[in-house]
């Protein structure tokens, strides 16, 4: 099965921190997926496949991996009412 991976930023660009992102690897089939910590540096611009969603969306995808993911690979239904 393929690897995906997506890497996005978790510092503000005012951070001393900013380059220090987290990288997500995860097989498509499976769905094991692996964190890590990684380095990237300030002049790269990476791209955010969050970028059309609302903040609020984006947060909630941001600090859950499983659902970032699972959003990522086009696999979940999310924008659907969901119950508070
Ligand atoms: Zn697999």
Do not use: K
């Amino acid at each position: 099965m393929a690897v995906r991976s997506y890497q996005y930023r978790h510092y503000p660009a005012g951070s001393p921190h900013y380059e220090r992102c987290i990288g997500l690897s995860w097989c498509s089939g499976c769905r094991v997926y692996t964190g890590a910590m990684v380095h990237v540096p300030r002049t790269t611009a990476l791209t955010d496949a969050l970028a059309s969603l609302t903040s609020e969306h984006r947060d909630r995808l941001l600090h859950n991996e499983v659902r970032l993911i699972e959003h990522l690979d086009g696999r979940t239904e999310d924008d659907a009412p969901t119950q508070q």
